[in-house]
């Protein structure tokens, strides 16, 4: 089975401070994801890469930014934190586009801004 | 926004009885997705239908699409208290390298034991 795993449960940091959110795969997928999600928002895109080194921004990238040095890992990184990204970050990754294309999914790391 | 939406945004249902969910979306598609996710966890992908089908089922799973309405549902059947969880349907235009999703706002869905 596909194994995302995202390092932080929950977090609880300050504003202003740096946070990074770290995201691995096991299964040797091509595209990675960082979403968020709020109440009533669904789930939006942050960033997301479909290669080693490449990133594009996804609809909501302000205040963010992502690494991708090795393929199974995908960090998101908050360089100041503030109040208003206080969510739940959801890592996914998918193979290349093709026949299927699901995303899997990790468990979520919620993020508290104080 | 390319974004699913789905209706209704709650739901609350008898075990034993279907529940019915509903997904609008705007543009044109490679394929609909739905997935699950149970309180403070991830989603779990559960059916997927392509732009060229109409119906698909998946054990008490029935999904449908409508691409001249950009619509879908998904049907539960004989419902289960373990089915209580919310529900995405997630829509995606590809590329050479990536699907792109777009989701919804969830149909959260409470089975009464």
Redesign the interface.
């Known amino acids: 089975d596909v194994k ?1 795993t995202q390092s932080s449960r929950y977090l609880v940091k300050r504003t202003g401070e740096k946070v990074f959110l770290e995201c691995v795969q096991d299964m040797d997928h ?2 990675m ?1 960082w ?1 968020r999600q709020d109440p ?6 942050i960033y ?1 890469s ?2 080693v080194k490449m990133k594009e921004k996804g609809d909501i990238p302000e205040g963010y930014s992502v690494s991708r040095e090795k393929k199974e890992r995908f960090s998101l990184i908050l360089e100041s934190a503030s109040t208003n990204q206080t969510s739940m970050y ?1 890592c ?1 990754s ?1 193979v ?2 093709g ?10 790391s ?1 993020l508290t801004v104080l | 926004s390319q ?1 699913g939406e789905e209706d209704p945004q709650a739901l609350s249902i008898q075990e034993g009885e279907n529940a019915t969910m509903n997904c609008s979306y705007k543009t044109s598609i ?2 609909l ?1 739905w ?1 699950r996710q149970n309180s ?6 559960l059916i ?1 239908i ?1 732009s060229n089908e109409r119906e698909k089922h998946s054990g008490r799973l029935r999904v449908t699409l409508d691409t001249s309405k950009k619509s879908s549902s998904l049907l539960i059947t004989a419902s289960r208290a373990a089915d209580t969880a919310s529900y ?1 349907c ?1 829509t ?1 235009s ?13 149909t959260k869905l409470n089975v009464k034991p």
């Open positions: 995302v091509e595209n994801f979403y009533g928002l669904g789930l939006r895109l997301f479909y290669d959801l996914a998918s290349r586009a026949a299927t294309g699901e995303l899997f999914f990790g468990e979520g919620r | 974004q490679n394929n997705q997935y403070g966890r991830g989603l779990v992908h997927l392509r995405f997630a995606a590809a590329n050479y390298n990536f699907n792109k999703f777009y989701f919804g706002s969830g």
